[in-house]
């Protein structure tokens, strides 16, 4: 019984794990984590949304002794585009602010990933909300111009 149950429980645990990519976008970056995050929140502000926190994960890591590959999570937003969507259900909430990560990969990769709207529209059966397709189109679009070359 108790082998069927660690089964179970590593099952349950590899499943959870292997879906823990759904509806995230990721896009690299030619550029250091550090150095695409700088440049996110320098595009975020410039186009008028509030910037809510920034978190270094890896210095969070690092407090407690242990190495983490750089990673740091940018909270931002606007009430225009994320209360509409809150309207459409109100759980969505739950996933609002945006959030945007920069992080480094085993092989030295950065990326920069985000949930899609379009995810998470589905994730709170808000599919036929009319502003996810202006949310994904203007987060694609912020996070290709946080990744593109510069003199491009």
């Known amino acids: 019984m108790r ?56 210095k969070g890591a690092q407090s407690i002794g242990k190495e983490f590959r750089p990673t740091e999570l940018l909270i931002f937003g606007n009430p225009q585009g994320g209360t509409p969507f809150m309207e459409c259900a109100q759980t969505v909430a739950i996933d609002l602010p945006l959030k945007a990560l920069a992080w480094e990969d085993q092989q030295g990769q950065v990326w920069l990933s985000y949930n899609d709207p379009g995810y998470l529209a589905e994730r709170h059966a808000a599919q036929s909300c009319p502003v996810v397709d202006n949310l994904s189109k203007a987060l694609n679009g912020i996070s290709q111009e946080t990744v593109a070359l510069e003199g491009k």
């Open 3 to 58: 082998t069927v149950l660690i089964g179970t429980l590593l099952l349950t645990l590899t499943v959870a794990t292997g879906f823990a990519a759904d509806g995230l976008v990721s896009i690299e970056s030619s550029y250091s984590t550090k150095q695409t995050m700088d440049r996110l929140v320098g595009i975020v502000t410039q186009k008028g949304l509030t910037v809510f926190a920034r978190i270094d994960h890896a």
